[in-house]
């Protein structure tokens, strides 16, 4: 059995991922910040018979971090597979989104990977080898949408960093993957109210368009496939791509500036959410 370590299971991709390690018989450490936000977890695991264990886990919180994995290591030993899950979504325009919202965004999609990943490499070393997945996002690879940028830049950057990462432990037989979803049917998204000022209207236009995608998104089920197969498979590539919208979507960029891109984008988010807004509209 591995011992498993997932982060934002209260819902979503993390919900059916942990299930869908505990179907396979791994020792599995579903997260959650929350108490009391496990109950869909748990009600699925007992229908399916499933053995999973639900501690709390704040990735924003370098205390909270080292208390899970020192947990998942002394009752299980080293963490095997982590699996970075956790991750918010807030819209908003670069100069008015408020900053202890952007800064979450960060703290939590970035620096939570980056805790996790820094709090059981020692372990991983140790046993001489282990896998790390970090659940990334389409828009960490693609353009940045309008009232996207804060979103995409913590994408980005996790993918940056998995990179990095990616070279510096491989002599450790440890492996990274950055699984790059495009949408699926989770719990992420969330509207940010579009607040007074200047991009108001062009802000909950955006949102508007956004809560049309997700209309058509995926099961998350799919994502947690994926994510299996990339902690089982060595040959798993580092940048995966997960969805058809996101197989899809890279190869289209291929030669496009930005310049070139945002036109095309601008004019099928109108073909779904109406005209944009113009400026003081």
């Keep these: 059995m591995t011992a498993v370590l997932i982060t934002g299971c209260s819902s979503g991709i993390g919900l059916e991922t942990a299930l869908a ?13 929350t108490p009391g936000t496990a109950r869909d977890l748990l009600d699925r695991a007992r229908a399916e018979h499933l053995t999973l264990d639900v501690p709390l886990l704040d990735v924003t919180d370098d205390t909270s971090v080292t208390a899970a994995v020192e947990a998942v290591t002394e009752a299980h030993g080293p963490v095997e597979v982590l699996v970075n899950n956790a991750g918010i979504d807030r819209t908003g325009p670069v100069e008015t989104m408020p900053p202890d919202l952007a800064r979450t965004l960060l703290e939590t999609n970035f620096w939570g990977p ?6 059981v490499l020692p372990g991983m070393r140790a046993r001489g080898g282990g896998v790390i997945v970090n659940v990334s996002s389409l828009a960490g690879r693609t ?37 790059e979803p495009g949408s699926f049917a989770s719990a992420l998204r969330h509207e940010t109210p ?27 089920a799919e994502v947690a496939e994926a994510i299996l197969a990339a902690a089982a498979d ?13 197989e899809a979507a890279l190869p289209s960029l ?28």
């Design 21 to 33: 390690f505990a179907r396979r018989g791994d020792r599995v450490h579903a997260c959650v910040r």
């Design 114 to 119: 980056a805790r996790l990943a820094r709090a």
């Design 143 to 179: 353009y940045a949408v309008p009232h996207g940028g804060f979103y995409a830049a913590s994408k980005a950057a996790l993918g940056a960093l998995s990179e990095a990462l990616y070279a510096e432990v491989r002599p450790y037989g440890i492996r990274v993957v950055c699984l």
């Design 194 to 220: 579009a607040g007074p000022g200047p991009y108001h209207a062009d802000h909950a236009w955006l949102d508007g368009f956004l809560a049309r995608v997700a209309e058509g998104a995926a099961d998350c």
């Design 234 to 246: 060595p040959g798993t590539p580092l940048h995966t791509a997960v969805g058809k919208d996101a």
């Design 254 to 281: 291929s030669g496009l500036s930005y310049e070139q891109w945002l036109p095309a984008f601008l004019a099928h988010a109108q073909s779904l959410t109406g005209p944009r807004p113009g400026p003081g509209e």
